[in-house]
């Protein structure tokens, strides 16, 4: 087996169970993540990554299990509650606004306002705004149109940077690189290598290139069929051993399926 | 070598922005046409030009249009169209309609009615009759964002409730407000005329400050119209509150994900337009001195309401909308009632050019925003 869980963890997730109504999504998901490091989430699609993702941000409840937070019991009431805990999210789907501005997206939930009056500071999110894009340099010629109007990998920047510059210490990044080209792929893969760097955030990444994963991971966890199948440093894996899995059990689940056929018969 | 070494520290801000140009461009064009275009790229900048053309033909085609006398019989039909479409606005950006502003336009006034009858004191009265209109909204609210009803089968029902509790209360009858009443008293009022002092006796009529401030004084509504949507679009466009009111319409599931409480926004929002509407009725009744619970005319108000709000700009599907639009919509509407009988048209054909109007009015609305577009995209 993998390590096991350190009294260093950030965060640790014990017996997680999630269903959707027939559809179990998660069965028991035991997980943790240690400090500074850039954990990759890996699973086939529709493995339950994503609803790991969104129970450790607040968006939904599990079913069962506990969550701990710095050793702290974490039972987070909303998204607004798990990021004051210092947890922030990148979603599949970026949670962007089609509506409003570049700096109006990466400003939400967070919007200066002035006094007394709290009225918007758009001059200052604007600053904020193109201050954060420069830092993990990605180049969005104008910040004031909508997002609408901006390429997918923009648009995904756009959601990373928003994560990133917010003040969380565990950042959650659910295939952070699904739209991009490979120059903005790179770019993004470059910003968690500084981000580990620094030390000071704790990553979950799902990815779904594998030599992605080896190359920006400390630390892989594969979900399959509902738990944890794996769980190694990536220095002990490779490409190989992780296809390996994926195809056997994708081999497996389809004998099952045909002797259930057969057994119907 | 220097260069190459410095380029990749700067990848942001080495590049010129793409509007740099494009910009250059259009500042050598002249300023007419600078002009015209700042006015087709607000999203209320059609309907403008439009409500401006339909104002001129009025005025060159009727010798009265042009009149302070025209402008005052004007007003009833624009300003509370522009508090009810103000309100909407709110609602439809999110996607949702409300209905049944028609409902709190009959109840508001009918529970003002009634408390002050019970010897409560006006401005007290008002505001609980407002207070119950809030909570209709949030009733409206409850039911579409959190128990997932549809906002237009949620509000419809509440309309034809509340309409019907109007009817079952007040039996129908119209019933005229004390305190907007016009009272006469006869005064003593000394003369002195030919070095002789005599005294006659005059009658004064009264109107309290209270009825003046609240719809019966001739630019009252007018004042509190430009106020509420001067309010409304300031909160729509610079608060918290307008951007999470675009963001829940935009995209709800991605407005929760970043954190917006959607049903807050969602809820608030119809508390605002349901108050919107119960305040419209007590403006109209106070006007009026009476309170007449005309359900037919309440529905109609209510859709012109609606229409002035589409009118302008705002879109029903959602994520799009402004206040000032509303204003400019209800103006639309207002100029060619009033336009339509000073022409003299009869009666009977009013609703049918208006019905017409507003379908060209939108058309028009919808081609130029079409070409709005275009213009950026290129």
């Known amino acids: ?265 | 070598m220097a260069q190459a070494a410095e380029n990749p520290a700067s990848p942001g801000s080495s590049t010129p922005p793409a509007g740099g140009p494009a910009s250059t461009r259009r500042a050598s064009l002249p300023s007419r046409k600078v002009l015209l275009e700042r006015v087709l790229s607000l999203r209320e900048g059609s309907i403008i030009i439009v409500t401006l053309l339909v104002a001129i033909y009025f005025s060159l085609d009727t010798s009265t249009f042009l009149t302070v006398s025209s402008f005052k019989t004007l007003l009833p039909f624009f300003a509370p169209f522009a508090i009810l479409a103000a309100g909407e606005v709110f609602v439809m950006i999110l996607g949702e309609i409300d209905l049944s502003i028609g409902a709190t336009y009959l109840l508001a006034p009918l529970i003002y009615y009634k408390l002050a009858v019970a010897g409560l004191p006006p401005v007290l009265s008002v505001v609980l009759a407002l207070v119950c209109c809030m909570v209709v909204g949030l009733f409206n609210g409850f039911l579409t964002a959190i128990v997932g009803i549809s906002s237009f089968v949620t509000t419809l029902g509440m309309l034809f409730t509340l309409e019907g509790l109007v009817l079952i209360i007040s039996h129908g009858q119209p019933v005229s407000l004390p305190d907007a009443a016009v009272s006469t008293s006869t005064v003593q009022v000394p003369h002195f005329i030919n070095g002789a002092h005599i005294t006659l006796t005059e009658t004064v009529t009264h109107v309290s400050t209270f009825a003046k401030v609240l719809g019966e004084g001739t630019y009252s509504e007018l004042v509190w119209a430009l106020v509420i949507v001067a309010v409304g679009q300031l909160v729509l466009t610079f608060s918290r509150w307008g951007l999470y009111t675009v963001a829940v319409g935009s995209n709800k599931l991605a407005a929760a994900e970043a954190g917006v409480r959607v049903r807050l926004v969602m809820i608030r929002n119809f508390i605002l337009c349901a108050t919107a509407g119960g305040f419209v009725g007590i403006l109209e009744a106070v006007r009026a001195s009476q309170l007449e619970p005309d359900v037919a005319g309440a529905n109609e108000l209510l859709l012109k309401g609606i229409a002035a709000a589409v009118i302008g700009g705002t879109l029903l599907a959602g994520g799009s909308g402004t206040v000032v639009g509303a204003l400019v919509g209800a103006l639309f509407l207002g100029i060619l009632n009033d336009g339509l009988i000073l022409k003299g048209v009869n009666a009977d054909y009013q609703l049918f050019y208006l019905g017409l109007a507003i379908i060209v009015a939108l058309a028009i609305n919808v081609y130029v925003q079409r070409v709005r577009r275009g213009s950026h995209i290129g």
């Open chain 1, 1 to 265: 087996m993998g390590p096991v869980s350190a009294p260093d963890d950030v965060l640790r997730v014990e017996h997680i169970a999630k269903r959707f109504g027939p559809v179990t999504a998660l069965r028991d998901v035991n997980l943790h993540l240690r400090k500074g490091e850039v954990l990759g989430l890996l699973g086939d699609n529709g493995a339950g990554k994503s609803t790991l993702i969104k129970i450790i941000c607040g968006f939904q409840k599990q079913d069962s299990g506990k969550m701990f937070l710095h050793g702290e019991p974490f039972a987070p009431r909303s998204v607004d509650d798990a990021r004051a805990k210092g947890i922030d999210t990148v979603y599949q789907d970026l949670a962007l606004i089609d509506e409003l501005s570049v700096y109006h997206n990466l400003a939400l939930r967070r919007e200066k306002v002035h006094r007394p009056i709290p009225f918007l500071a758009n001059r200052q999110m604007k600053q904020d705004a193109r201050r954060a894009l420069d830092e993990i340099g990605i180049n969005i010629p104008r910040i004031d149109v909508s997002v609408a109007r901006l390429s997918g990998g923009q648009r995904q920047a756009i959601a990373v940077a928003r994560t990133v510059n917010s003040d969380a210490d565990i950042i959650l990044l659910d295939e952070p690189l699904a739209a991009m080209g490979a120059k903005e792929g790179a770019q993004i893969l470059d910003l968690v290598a500084r981000l580990k760097e620094e030390g000071k955030v704790s990553i979950i990444m799902i990815l779904h290139n594998y030599v992605h994963v080896l190359e920006a991971c400390d630390r892989v966890s594969m979900i399959q069929d509902g738990v944890i199948a794996l769980d190694k440093p990536t220095a002990e894996t490779s490409v190989e051993e992780l296809t390996d899995i994926v195809v056997n059990e994708y081999r497996r689940a389809r004998e099952e399926t045909h002797n259930a056929e057969m057994a119907a018969e």
